[in-house]
């Protein structure tokens, strides 16, 4: 067993890389435990996006992982008749956009009342393939009524006691609300809830890393966005982050606010912005499967890298940045906690601009800037960390 450092492994000095890998992006969405589903006026719209959708990103080579609960694959099961699936070659949608558009589909669970083995047979029962992948988990705690560790060596269903499902990958490091999700790149085999960090070998299940939390949300613009975007594509090209790394950067975005027709239009807004990057060659689209299937063929090397840190070499321990902001709302103030004093800030707003920079963020008073999203960068010795931040 062995600990990763927050700052990776196995680093090579940026002045000595020749070359960065590229970023591997994908769409990922989740369609949550919620009633709406049930409504077949909300269903159908929300089908129609989802038609359309596939079309434009299929179109322009955009990936997606759709991660879906046990609520609307039921309604799958149920509203797709023959009439609405002439539309989709008689298939059901998810059997549409899996075998037509190359969606990649993985199961979701909030496991209140369906655990993971339980969705995959709802999954099996539409017709898809049996993925190997946890869409999402809360690393260090239960998940519901079942914790991510008893997958490990595979489980029984709890609604479909004969569906026995053991994956391969998880895609975790969610908490309660996400209010402190682990933002983190790479592969490594998680040792438990309470080391989660901490790469076991002898462990069967690994940890893929999505990497910066970038969430389309309703208040988000896409300038905001992309700007964290550009960020992450950048602290890889510039040899920031090290050369020798797997970069999995996901966009979030919920299924069931593609309703709402101008979140709807940002997402194809944002997927084209990213499309320019991958045709500048700096960054290109991949499936999370995709993704890990590369990993493997490449010799599967265990990295580690938290979104934000800069490379600097090995920093030692006493130097690692434990600075936080709670909460990430603010009025007139930021709340900059575990710092020295010594840190130097900068904020910027979702353009890039830099409106304020020095120590001590915590006495200047930002009561005049405009209300909206904010990225705050904390430089200190040899690493940085940056955090968003919400003006109210």
Known sequence: MERITTLGIFMISASLCSSQPLVHFDFVTHNEETGQWNATLFYTANRARLLTLA????????????????VYLSNVLTKETSTLTLNTAGKNILRWLHEDKGVEMDPHAHESQYIYPDVVALMDSIGLPES?????????????????????????GIIFPEKFWQPDYLMGGGTPNHVNDLDYYGFWNPQDTDNYLTNDPTKHLRNIGVGCSIKIQDTTSVAYLMAQVHEAVNNVQDGTYPANGFYVQTIFFEQASLNTLAYYQKVIDIADSVTAIVNSGMADWKTLKQSYTQWESDGAQVFQWECGHVSMGIMPADERMAISIEPIFFTDHVALRN?????????RDVLGQLVWTGRQIGNQDLSELASGPYVLTVKAKSTSRSFKLVKR
């Open 339 to 347: 710092g020295t004093g010594e840190e130097i800030c900068e904020l």
């Open 55 to 70: 079309d434009h990103f299929q179109a322009n080579g955009v990936t997606w992982n759709m991660q879906s609960d046990h």
């Open 132 to 156: 190997k992948l946890i869409g999402g988990s809360i690393y260090n705690e239960y998940n519901g009524i079942n914790v991510w560790m008893n997958m490990e060596n595979g489980q029984h």
